[in-house]
T-cell receptor, first 114, second 113 residues
């Protein structure tokens, strides 16, 4: 069974700075990995996903993530933070083959300082 | 057009009552889900339906009963509400392919007093 760990429940960056949100997964089989964003009082929006193929995945709003099997990581990055990026970010995995439901990490709140 | 919609958005009720939350998706997906987000923002799967058939039921009390009248709708009925049921409930849908991303509704904030 798969699970995910998000390091850092809160991350604060300055506007224009690099955003790095960390996600590690436990793996016994190749995973399907996802990043979601949740703005205050809203539902979750899919940012990007990794299933197979290219390990660098580009998503919406300038975000990207790299699947590193050797490190069992799927960190989310954005070169330059914008105030509108302030939100809660969730890493998620499909826990086992044939199962479609997502198992979520505990979330990371991103604050962007002016 | 809203892809995944839920009603109501807010629900305040007393302990012991029975309530329902409705979910509809117009994406043509054949799999739908209910997730619960607690006060610490932790998200956990409750149920999953594929073409109106229950495929996942995660150790949820049997006071919670999902119903799928067709593959575009998945409703959640909760009997004998308890304080601990207070949470935000999210409906989601996806295509059958395992790597498909899930699309979430706006959530229903349930408060039990």
């Amino acid at each position: 069974a798969q699970s995910v760990t998000q390091l850092g429940s809160h991350v604060s960056v300055s506007e224009g700075a690099l955003v790095l949100l960390r996600c590690n997964y436990s793996s016994s089989v190749p995973p399907y990995l996802f990043w979601y964003v949740q703005y205050p009082n809203q539902g979750l929006q899919l940012l990007l996903k990794y299933t197979t193929g290219a390990t660098l995945v580009k998503g919406i709003n300038g975000f990207e993530a790299e699947f590193k099997k050797s490190e069992t990581s799927f960190h989310l990055t954005k070169p330059s933070a914008h105030m509108s990026d302030a939100a809660e970010y969730f890493c998620a995995v499909i826990r086992q083959p044939g199962r479609r439901a997502l198992t979520f990490g505990s979330g990371t709140r991103l604050q962007v300082q002016p | 057009d809203t892809a995944v919609s839920q009603t109501p958005k807010y629900l305040v009720t007393q302990m012991g009552n029975d309530k329902s939350i409705k979910c509809e998706q117009n994406l043509g997906h054949d799999t739908m889900y209910w997730y619960k987000q607690d006060s610490k923002k932790f998200l956990k799967i409750m149920f999953s339906y594929n073409n109106k058939e229950l495929i996942i039921n995660e150790t949820v009390p049997n006071r919670f009963s999902p119903k799928s009248p067709d593959k575009a709708h998945l409703n959640l009925h909760i009997n004998s509400l308890e304080l601990g049921d207070s949470a935000v409930y999210f409906c989601a849908s996806s295509q059958a392919a395992q790597g498909s991303g899930q699309y979430f509704g706006p959530g229903t904030r349930l408060t039990v007093t």
